[in-house]
Antibody
Framework: QVHLTQSGAEVKKPGASVKISCKTSGYTFTSYGLSWVRQAPGQGLEWIGWINAYNVNTKYAPELQDRVTLTTDTSTDTGYMEIRSLRSDDTAVYFC????????????????????WGQGSQVIVSS | DIQMTQSPSSLSASVGDRVTMTCQASQDITTSLNWYQQKPGEAPKLLIYDASNLERGVPSRFSGSGSGTDFTFTISGLQPEDFATYYCQQYGNLRPITFGPGTKVDIK
C-alpha cells in the first residue's frame, strides 16, 4: 500500500526557514514525482511545486520560486520542502502528494495527477 | 498562468440529488483537468483525471466531462459521505499547475 507520511507541526518566526519531510512507501519512488500543495486557513489549494524523483528536475509556482526548494533522498524514499524568509501569510497546512507523470518526446516528463497524499503538516508563522 | 474558475462557489443539496458543478479555464487546456474531493481536516482525494476518467476505487456516481476551457463534474445520487469541497486542477507541459477556488457541497 502506498503511504506518504509527513513531519509534524512547526511554529516559526517571520524571516525564519522551515523544512518539511514526506516519507513514502509502497511504491517505486523514482517512478513518480512529488508535489507540494498548501492550504491557508479557510482557503483553497495552492500548488507550490513538484520534483521528478528520478532526475530531480523541479518546477515551482512563480510566486514562490525564489523562496522554495524541493529535494529528495532516494536512499530513504523521502521528499523535502524548504521555505525561506517565512511570512505570516505562509501560515498553512502543507501537503505532499505523489505525482503521476506524463511524457512529452521533446521536453520529457511533466506532472499530471496527484493520486496519493500525505496527511498534511501545519506551519504557523507568528512573532 | 492559466486561471481556473468554478461555479457555484457553494450549493446545498439533499441525499439522492443529482449535483452538477462547472470549472472554466482561462485558455484551452484540452482535457488536462482533474477533480478532487476534500473533506474538512483531510487531504484531497483524486476522483477524476483527464477530464472524464474515473480514478480506480472511486464510485461510479462521480463523473466528469468537457474539453478546451469548459468542464463539468456531476454526482449522480448524492450520498451522505459526498458532502465536501470539490476542486478542479489543470496541468500541462511547461506551465504551472493551478487549482480552482472550489465548490462546497453542503446539506440542504
Amino acid at each position: 500500500q502506498v503511504h506518504l507520511t509527513q513531519s509534524g507541526a512547526e511554529v516559526k518566526k517571520p524571516g525564519a526557514s522551515v523544512k518539511i519531510s514526506c516519507k513514502t512507501s509502497g511504491y517505486t519512488f523514482t517512478s513518480y514525482g512529488l508535489s507540494w500543495v498548501r492550504q491557508a486557513p479557510g482557503q483553497g489549494l495552492e500548488w507550490i511545486g513538484w520534483i521528478n524523483a528520478y532526475n530531480v528536475n523541479t518546477k515551482y509556482a512563480p510566486e514562490l520560486q525564489d523562496r522554495v526548494t524541493l529535494t529528495t533522498d532516494t536512499s530513504t524514499d523521502t521528499g523535502y520542502m524548504e521555505i525561506r524568509s517565512l511570512r505570516s501569510d505562509d501560515t498553512a497546512v502543507y501537503f505532499c502528494a505523489r505525482v503521476r507523470l506524463r511524457y512529452d518526446s521533446v521536453t520529457g516528463y511533466y506532472p499530471c495527477c496527484f493520486d496519493y497524499w500525505g496527511q498534511g503538516s501545519q506551519v504557523i508563522v507568528s512573532s | 498562468d492559466i486561471q481556473m474558475t468554478q461555479s457555484p462557489s457553494s450549493l446545498s443539496a439533499s441525499v439522492g440529488d443529482r449535483v452538477t458543478m462547472t470549472c472554466q479555464a482561462s485558455q484551452d487546456i484540452t482535457t488536462s483537468l482533474n477533480w478532487y474531493q476534500q473533506k474538512p481536516g483531510e487531504a484531497p482525494k483524486l476522483l477524476i483525471y483527464d477530464a472524464s476518467n474515473l480514478e480506480r476505487g472511486v464510485p461510479s456516481r462521480f463523473s466528469g466531462s468537457g474539453s478546451g476551457t469548459d468542464f463539468t463534474f456531476t454526482i449522480s445520487g448524492l450520498q451522505p459521505e459526498d458532502f465536501a469541497t470539490y476542486y478542479c486542477q489543470q496541468y500541462g507541459n511547461l506551465r504551472p499547475i493551478t487549482f480552482g477556488p472550489g465548490t462546497k457541497v453542503d446539506i440542504k
